[in-house]
């Protein structure tokens, strides 16, 4: 990557997963009250949040830290507003996932965010390296996908029956508390032999991540198959991994800066 | 500031040494459908009743949330610390004004391959039961 080119990806990369942060932020917002309100017992510590606190604080800084993201997309006073950004978006989600659920669709958008704050906004600094780095966090989070499914179930992960009894046990729960089931669920759980296919092509996508480094069309084939993993994730889990759906947490990846106006990109 | 980045990477990679049951965020070991199990589940859950006995699920808005999970953590927790018929009448007020006439807060156990391909649904303990206002 040359210079110039890498500056402006590196740019268009802060803008763009800067503003995905901050849209999905204010999406948040109401959730984020509500869950506010819960009892205090019921909190389990994890990030930076370690404590329940009043909803209006939690929303205050939910808020802070939507105002902080506009700057951090604006590149406005980057040294001082990106740092404090990004640590109020690690406290926002922390707090979301202090309830009983960690929300896995949201720590590469969060470490991203990190990254980029420590990122050099200026034109002198390694761009390139950057750039790198934040692909290099993508790739990470899907290689410890792969290596937890080792870790925890061994090679009979692979078998298919694991995915199978994960995706059964998932829809029953989404159908008890009434959720509804994923659409490809019902009709391939009385299939098992499926199975053991799409456990294999899961741990290939997630184990072989690091094919993504090596060059753009390598490239744009993992995150082809990342993307439809997580297509197979939703129509069989009715889980929405956004950040990935929608591609972003794979522009580092990918010339980021295609996706920007052309005026934005100088 | 490459040292940062540098920490910053390894810190992502560091969960990799601890036991990936021990989940955390932003650092976390995803561990997601990692864990072996079966398809048999006891699991806490509410259920409307309608005036003429029709068995009704109701979503997680009604529990106070919109995630899934997180409604399923708090019935959880509700029926543990003996809180289920408060969380019970939380539930049957959001239902003022619907068709629904009781609550119930049940423990279940289920086959989810029995349930939800053939519709078998298992026993179910009854933990709170309530009428909506």
Not at chain 1, 96 to 104: E, K
Not at chain 1, 133 to 148: E, K
Request: glycine letters at 6%; charged letters at 15%.
């Amino acid at each position: 990557m040359q210079g110039a080119l890498s500056a402006t990806r590196l740019r268009a990369l802060r803008m763009l997963l800067g503003t995905y942060a901050l849209l999905y932020t204010l999406a948040r917002l109401p959730e984020l009250w509500s869950i506010a309100h819960y009892p205090a017992s019921e909190m389990e510590a994890t990030g930076l949040a370690r404590l329940a606190m009043p909803a209006p604080v939690v929303i205050s800084i939910a808020v802070a830290t939507c105002v902080l993201l506009g700057a951090f997309v604006a590149g406005w006073r980057y040294r001082i507003v990106a740092p404090l950004a990004a640590l109020g978006l690690v406290f926002v989600f922390s707090y979301r996932s202090a309830w009983g659920q960690i929300f896995h669709t949201e720590n590469l958008m969060v470490l991203h965010v990190c990254a980029l704050a420590l990122a050099p906004v200026d034109r002198d600094g390694d761009h390139a390296w950057w750039v790198r780095l934040l692909g290099a966090l993508t790739v990470v989070t899907y290689v410890m996908a792969g290596i937890a499914k080792l870790r925890l179930a061994g090679l009979s992960w692979l078998d298919g029956d694991q995915l199978r009894n994960q995706i059964a046990i998932d829809n029953l729960r989404k159908a008890l508390l009434g959720a509804g089931t994923a659409p490809l669920a019902l009709p391939l759980l009385d299939r098992p032999a499926w199975f053991a296919p799409v456990s294999i092509a899961t741990l290939v996508v997630e184990l072989t991540a690091p094919v993504a480094l090596l060059g753009r069309r390598l490239a744009v084939a993992w995150v082809t198959l990342a993307w439809a993993f997580h297509v197979g994730v939703l129509l069989l889990m009715w889980i929405v991994f956004p950040y990935p759906l929608v591609g972003f947490a794979f522009l580092p990846l990918l010339p980021a800066e295609k996706l920007l106006p052309r005026k934005l990109r100088l | 500031m490459k040292a940062a980045g540098v920490a910053l990477l390894a810190a992502v990679a560091l969960p990799l040494v601890r036991d990936p049951r021990h989940d955390a965020f932003p650092l976390s070991t995803y561990p997601m459908f990692a864990e072996p199990r079966t398809t048999r589940l006891t699991m806490d859950y509410a259920l409307g009743e309608t005036g003429s006995g029709e068995r009704r699920t109701l979503s997680p808005r009604l529990v106070g949330t919109g995630e899934v999970m997180q409604a399923y953590v708090r019935l959880e927790r509700a029926v543990h610390t003996g809180e289920a018929p408060a969380l019970c009448a939380e539930i049957a007020a959001r239902l003022h004004g619907t068709d629904i006439a009781w609550v119930r807060i049940v423990t279940g156990q289920h086959d989810a391959v029995d349930y939800l391909v053939r519709h078998i649904i298992g026993p179910e303990k009854e933990r709170a039961r309530c009428k909506v206002p």
